[in-house]
Every structure is written in C-alpha cells, then in structure tokens.
C-alpha cells in the first residue's frame, strides 16, 4: 500500500515524472516512485510553515528518516517504508545532501553567484538521480556526465519555479548584487529604468498596484522618450507581448 502512496503523491505533485516513472518496467517503479516521492516531501517540506525552526525541523526528520535507512532501522511512514527496500548508502548520502540544500528555501537569502545557482539545482537534482540509479544497479563509476546532467536538468526545473518564486516575493538573487533574474534593467545608467513583464493580467495589476506615478500611454509598439508611462510592445525575437514601465529614476 505504501508503493501506491507513493505513486499517488507523484502523480498530484509531479505528473510528468510520474508519466516517465510508468513508462519504466514494473520492477523500476517500485524504485522510481519511492525515489520520487521522498525528493517531493523533502521539497515541499520548508514551504509549509513559515517557522524557520519549524521548517528545520521538517527537513531534520527527513535526514534522520535516511540515516535510519542506512542503518537498517527505517521509521515507519508510508514514503519511507517503500523507500526503505530499495535505498543504497550513497543514494542515502546523495538524499542527505539534497534535504541540506533545501535549506535555501528556508531563509530565503538569495544566491550571491552563478556558480551557488548552479551548485544548488545540481545537488538537489542529483540526490533522486543517484538513488535510483544505484538501486537499479546503473550508477556509473564515473559521475562527471551524471553531474553535468543533473546541473542542466535542475536549472531548468529552476527556472521554470521562477514564476513561483515571484508570487511568493522569494529573491533569486542576493540583495547587495541587485540582480533579480524575472527583472532586467536595459538601461542602468541612463535617466528610465525599463522593466520589462510578461503581459498577462496577474503581472499587469502587480506592475500598476508598485508605488509610482504611472500615466497611460497609448499602446503603439514604441518605447519612445517622455513621462513616466505604460506601453505594450512585442519582442521580435519570440514574438512574446510585453508591457514596458518606465519610471523617471531617482
């Protein structure tokens, strides 16, 4: 029954990996979706409580709940006693790493470098990735082509969470760096800062509701010089509409 836990839970929470994950041989599943459904608790685990210590807690158990594995002592929990069967001790160790980087969504501090972005989805993504693969029998004894792919895989799951990242006013980026990656400012140095969204309604009334003297303009495509102001335009190279504020920087 707890395989079917698991299966439920992957299935509501992550629908593509539970397509890939039954279009495995049966007995992969009974691998995969444990896998998965660990990587799903321990993912949404800082985001239930807005408690740091709460939600350090959540994350601890899950650590404890791996080292019991290693141990030969599982707890009971229905992912866990799936899981349990199937887990090696580096695919404890590489689980052990992804619950430490999920820190992150803890405190919400912001990465200071591209190197820190990229360090964290590869740890993340690489934890399921070299569990299953090690209780599969098809861990490599060379990684490098392993890590390189997780880093890839987990940078675009990331970017993809971006927006979810944005409804939730959680930084990317450190705030000394002055950097967010759904904001780019085309002109730093000149007298407006254009920022630039994607034009849908949810992000129009979050862009009118800023704390700026805004007046309308007529929506014609062109970005020309005047007041403060709000315009529509549609980027040539993806065809995309977007909605361009200009504020007369301070």
């Not at 839970?9 to 279009?23: G, H, I, K, T, Y």
């Amino acid at each position: 029954m707890s395989l079917q836990a698991c299966a439920n839970l992957v299935a509501r929470a992550d629908p593509e990996r539970f397509s890939a994950a039954m279009a495995a041989p049966i007995a992969a599943r009974a691998v995969l979706l444990p896998v998965y459904a660990a990587s799903i608790e321990v993912a949404r685990a800082p985001w239930l409580t807005q408690e740091p210590m709460i939600a350090e807690m959540r994350l601890q158990w899950w650590r404890d709940a791996f080292e019991e594995i290693e141990t030969g002592r599982p707890r009971k929990h229905e992912v866990v006693d799936a899981l349990a069967p199937v887990l090696g001790p580096k695919g404890a160790a590489a689980l052990d790493a992804m619950v430490l980087a999920r820190r992150w969504d803890i405190y919400k501090e912001g990465f200071n470098t591209a190197a820190d972005v990229l360090a964290h989805v590869r740890t993340i993504t690489l934890g399921p990735m070299l569990a299953a693969l090690e209780a599969l029998d098809h861990l490599p004894e060379d990684l490098s082509a392993l890590h390189a792919h997780a880093t890839q895989l987990g940078l675009a799951r990331f970017l993809r969470g971006v927006p979810a990242l944005i409804e939730r006013k959680t930084p990317v980026w450190a705030k000394d760096q002055k950097v967010q990656i759904y904001r780019r400012s085309l002109y730093p140095s000149a007298r407006y800062d254009a920022r630039f969204y994607p034009l849908t309604s949810v992000d129009r009334n979050r862009l009118l509701s800023q704390d700026v003297r805004v007046r309308p303009k007529k929506s014609g495509g062109r970005r020309g010089r005047g007041n403060s102001g709000v315009s529509h335009w549609r980027d040539p190279r993806t065809g995309v509409a977007r909605l361009a504020l200009r504020v007369k920087s301070v």
